[in-house]
């Protein structure tokens, strides 16, 4: 007879609900031990924590844990979408508010496309959004080099295979030509690495602008660029599932710019 898993959380996801790292920095940390429980240092990450135990970060006891908050917010072109970047090139997360708590981000948008990218602060929420069985629906307003016709993405409702990566059919429709550029909408459930770009370029079409402007139930609609907006918590409730403690009202907020976010 299995043993019955002890109460609480494991310690990693304590320390990433309580804003002071993912769970895999927070992996790392207690490693080096850094991380105190009921004030012993604790070298393992298997271990589980009730709120009724004191859990310290070097030295300091962390803040209680935060309910769970989701925030869309407005991508330009321009910003890649990871904490710190190899190049130097700037970042979402450093041209979000002071304000802001640390945030992870739902999926990712490339450098040149813009839109809808969800920011939130739960790892659970993040996992549940990105996990492919949920097949939540993105769209995607998207601008072509080209004259297509309907019938040029005929092979994307089929699906396609490109360079031995297999995309799973789109809904795609034409929306209008304008003078060498073409509009259309795309819809679909995966989000692979550039896989609109990818299977237009196989079509013999260059994506020059991408814009998400849906994730699942939630929507760009007219929030303006580097606009971060937080989500109602009863929208969170009703969508997702979810019993966040509290409700915070939407607050629109113009991220900085040329400034990093300390931390």
Same mark, same amino acid.
Request: cysteine-free; aromatic content about 4%; overall charge positive.
């Given at each position: $007879? #299995?043993?019955?898993?002890?109460?609480?959380?494991?310690?990693?996801?304590?320390?990433? !609900?309580?804003?002071?790292?993912?769970?895999?920095?927070?992996?790392?940390?207690?490693?080096?031990?850094?991380?105190?429980?009921?004030?012993?240092?604790?070298?393992?990450?298997?271990?589980?924590? %009730?709120?009724?135990?004191?859990?310290?970060?070097?030295?300091?006891?962390? #803040?209680?844990? /935060?309910?769970?908050?989701?925030?869309?917010?407005?991508?330009?072109?321009?910003?890649? %979408? %990871?904490?710190?970047? =190899?190049?130097?090139?700037?970042?979402?997360?450093? #041209?979000?508010?002071?304000? $802001?708590?640390?945030?992870?981000?739902?999926?990712?948008?490339?450098? #040149?496309?813009?839109?809808?990218?969800?920011?939130?602060?739960?790892?659970?929420?993040?996992?549940?959004?990105?996990?492919?069985?949920?097949?939540?629906? !993105?769209?995607? @307003?998207?601008?072509?080099?080209?004259?297509?016709? =309907?019938?040029?993405?005929?092979?994307?409702?089929?699906?396609?295979?490109?360079?031995?990566?297999?995309?799973?059919? $789109?809904?795609?429709?034409?929306?209008?030509?304008?003078?060498?550029?073409?509009?259309?909408?795309?819809?679909? @459930? /995966?989000?692979?690495?550039?896989?609109?770009?990818?299977? $237009? /370029?196989?079509?013999?079409?260059?994506?020059?602008?991408?814009? !998400?402007?849906?994730?699942?139930?939630?929507?760009?609609?007219?929030?303006?660029p580097s606009a971060v907006e937080e989500v109602r918590a009863r929208v969170l409730r009703d969508q997702l599932g979810l019993e966040p403690h509290g409700e915070a009202k939407p607050r629109p907020q113009r991220a900085k710019t040329g400034k990093k976010r300390k931390g």
């Amino acid at each position: $007879m #299995a043993k019955p898993s002890p109460p609480g959380d494991r310690i990693a996801k304590v320390l990433a !609900r309580a804003g002071v790292a993912s769970r895999r920095e927070a992996e790392r940390m207690i490693e080096a031990g850094r991380v105190a429980v009921n004030g012993k240092v604790i070298d393992s990450p298997a271990l589980n924590v %009730t709120g009724q135990d004191q859990v310290a970060v070097d030295g300091t006891a962390i #803040a209680a844990a /935060e309910a769970p908050r989701l925030w869309r917010y407005h991508k330009p072109a321009g910003l890649v %979408t %990871t904490e710190r970047d =190899e190049k130097g090139r700037p970042t979402v997360f450093a #041209a979000l508010p002071e304000e $802001m708590p640390r945030v992870l981000s739902v999926g990712r948008l490339d450098i #040149a496309s813009e839109g809808l990218l969800l920011l939130t602060n739960d790892g659970a929420i993040k996992r549940r959004l990105e996990l492919p069985a949920t097949g939540w629906l !993105r769209k995607y @307003r998207v601008r072509l080099k080209g004259t297509p016709t =309907e019938e040029t993405f005929a092979p994307l409702r089929e699906g396609i295979t490109v360079e031995g990566i297999r995309y799973q059919p $789109m809904t795609v429709s034409l929306d209008r030509q304008q003078g060498a550029n073409a509009w259309i909408t795309v819809a679909l @459930r /995966e989000g692979k690495n550039r896989e609109i770009r990818r299977a $237009m /370029e196989a079509l013999g079409l260059s994506v020059n602008r991408l814009i !998400r402007i849906s994730y699942g139930p939630f929507r760009l609609g007219d929030l303006k660029p580097s606009a971060v907006e937080e989500v109602r918590a009863r929208v969170l409730r009703d969508q997702l599932g979810l019993e966040p403690h509290g409700e915070a009202k939407p607050r629109p907020q113009r991220a900085k710019t040329g400034k990093k976010r300390k931390g």
